[in-house]
């Protein structure tokens, strides 16, 4: 049997912005580096059987990344990812008993503290969730990590007490639902169908453009936010790119205007707000077009 060998790649992975996976695999790649990231390790049989063993770190908990949608960047960011740290197995809650284990939150708030410093070594500017975790009410925690381009600084987040919820929000261990009130999914959804947009079975196989409504982590809600969403709009199918020619049908551009505008007058006429990427979606460079949209709270007695 053959020795095991790093399933990864060994060299800093190139990153390209318009391929939202490298900007995922980068950031993974300076986890491992860090000694903070997963590895799985391959061999080969004599027999031509290929095994996989999964390698974590041991006692530090493990941090992986994921893809962020670019409506959800700090303005003016290069790349940007959300990390997920999960803790060392043995300081898990039990789910049977409710427990959390003896120094669960002093691992969380002393690993979470490493792994943002160490991130900030490499010139990543890390912030966490205003929406806190903790042992007691969530499995992990996620911090959001972004890159400026040289000499632009990073964003100035809100102030403390504006950052900072004092009860999470549903999912969570003590209320894994939002019923009886509505989700954010919900809540655009109903907005969506009212006007003939969306419906409950999607209508994946109809002529006209599709819009589809994604939950969005809430490390990355706009402050005022007390419910977010994602929504992804993907054109009609006669004004898609053509797979073996690579053109576009006449009158793509409008379809998309057209139809993006009817969306964003749709969504703003319910109260709504819209959080876009930087750079227009145009049909020249995007197969579909995706936004954050959410509800502002009520102002509080104190803020008014």
């Known amino acids: 049997m053959s020795e095991w060998t790093l399933d990864e790649p060994v060299t800093e992975p190139v990153y390209n912005r318009a391929d939202p996976q490298s900007g995922r695999a980068l950031v993974d790649f300076h986890l491992r580096e860090l000694g903070l990231g997963e590895t799985w390790l391959v061999r080969v049989a004599d027999d031509g059987q290929s095994y996989c063993r999964h390698v974590v770190p041991q006692g530090l908990g493990v941090c992986r990344a994921y893809v962020l949608t670019e409506a959800a960047w700090p303005e003016g960011a290069e790349l940007c990812v959300t990390v997920d740290w999960t803790p060392h197995s043995a300081l898990w809650r039990d789910d049977r008993t409710g427990r959390v284990p003896a120094g669960a939150e002093e691992h969380w708030r002393t690993r979470i503290a490493a792994t943002t410093q160490a991130l900030e070594s490499l010139g990543y500017t890390v912030e966490p969730s205003r929406f806190r975790r903790s042992p007691h009410h969530h499995f992990s925690a996620e911090l959001l990590v972004y890159r400026m381009p040289d000499g632009v600084p990073p964003r100035r987040p809100p102030t403390e007490t504006a950052w900072a919820l004092s009860e999470p929000v549903p999912p969570n261990y003590r209320r894994r639902s939002w019923y009886p009130e509505q989700s954010p999914e919900t809540l ?9 947009l969306y419906s409950y079975r999607g209508d994946w196989d109809q002529p006209g453009a599709r819009i ?89 007695p104190d803020s008014e």
Not at 188 to 196: I, M, S, W
Not at 244 to 255: I, N, Y
């Open 188 to 196: 655009v959804e109903d907005v969506l169908r009212e006007a003939g």
């Open 212 to 300: 589809g409504v994604r939950s969005i982590t809430q490390t990355v809600w706009p402050p005022e936010a007390d419910r977010c969403t994602q929504v992804i709009w993907w054109p009609a199918a006669d004004f898609v790119r053509d797979p073996v020619t690579g053109l576009l049908p006449a009158g793509a551009a409008d379809h998309w205007r057209e139809c993006l505008a009817r969306l964003h007058q749709t969504l703003a006429d319910a109260g709504l707000l819209l959080r876009s990427r930087a750079h227009p979606w145009h049909p020249d460079t995007d197969k579909e077009a995706d936004f954050l949209v959410y509800r502002a709270a009520a102002p509080t």
